[in-house]
């Protein structure tokens, strides 16, 4: 089973600066496109989405940690039932054009400890796979064996899936070209990154990056950590040579050219195992 991972990142399907919006024109294209893709591919050839929590994830979110400084179960209910439906109204669209797609909540097959994965039940979603059924998960809260609950970002789900299910390529869809020096939508003079090389050590897991970028690492409205947190999660779950592409899935086609080939504007980013 050739499996390929599809990140839709929340600034994609949604409109960040509007609470619980989502870009239904967007969203109605990226299905088709989707459903066009895997009219070209082989019947060996799985699709894993993962979805960002965008408006219904991140405004909850900040809230609860302004307000509290921490997640308790009032938080996970909250949050938890809002990026379920999230989840749903995704799952039912690319249902009613036509895609066997069907949404699983990642807080009950994730268990965290100190924000990382550390127990994962995936039998439901290998068992989709071998049927033709394209799982969506999603960005969520979840249990944390250390801090109660914590947020589990759409981002690790996709690192720690690529690396379990051996991925062929890892696609993540977000709202820019790819990596840039700088955040592209503030500093003009920013270019964007060509390729990323990760080296990690399988003896001792130590890895190194090849570029820094400025930007939002960790941005203040971004509870899930940005643009880098990307690179630093296949970093952090990486137990095998990985190759991931970062570009922008609001320009026409891309996700298709992505999913049959690869996008044309990205950061290609590799995980090289040492
Ligand atoms: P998504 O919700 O699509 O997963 P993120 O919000 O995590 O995406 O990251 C994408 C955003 O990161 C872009 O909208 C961009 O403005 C911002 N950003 C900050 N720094 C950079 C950078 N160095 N390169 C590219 N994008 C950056």
């Given at each position: 089973m050739n499996v390929i991972v599809l990140k839709l990142g929340g600034s994609v399907i949604t409109?960040?600066?509007?609470?619980?919006?989502?870009?239904w024109g967007v969203l109605k294209r990226i299905g088709n496109e989707i459903k066009s893709a895997l009219q070209h591919l082989s019947g060996n050839t799985k699709l894993i989405i993962v979805h960002g929590g965008g408006s219904f994830g991140h405004p909850l979110a900040s809230k609860f940690k302004r307000i509290k400084g921490y997640y308790d179960s009032e938080a996970f209910i909250a949050i938890r039932e809002n990026m379920n439906t999230l989840a749903s109204i995704i799952s039912l669209l690319l249902s009613c054009l036509g895609l066997k797609a069907s949404h699983f909540q990642s807080s009950s097959l994730f268990i965290l400890n100190k924000g990382r994965?550390?127990?994962?039940?995936?039998d439901p979603i290998t068992y989709s796979l071998e049927n033709d059924i394209i799982p969506i998960l999603y960005g969520d809260i979840a249990v944390d064996l250390s801090r109660g609950y914590d947020i589990l970002s759409g981002d690790s789900i996709v690192a720690y899936l690529a690396n379990y299910y051996n991925a062929i390529k890892i696609l993540y869809a977000t709202d820019v070209d790819g990596v840039y020096t700088d955040n592209p939508k503030v500093n003009p003079l920013a270019k964007r990154i060509e390729r990323i090389i990760i080296v990690k050590s399988s003896i001792d897991g130590k890895y190194t990056i090849s570029t820094r970028v400025k930007g939002d690492i960790i941005p203040h409205m971004d509870v899930t950590g940005g643009i880098y947190r990307k690179i630093l999660d296949l970093a952090q779950y990486a137990r095998r040579d990985l190759i991931a592409y970062i570009f922008n899935g609001l320009i026409e086609g891309n996700i298709f050219r992505a999913i049959i080939n690869k996008p044309e504007e990205c950061t290609v980013v590799e995980v090289k195992m040492r």
């Open positions: 409109d960040k600066n509007v609470e619980n919006s989502i870009k994965i550390v127990k994962a039940f995936l």
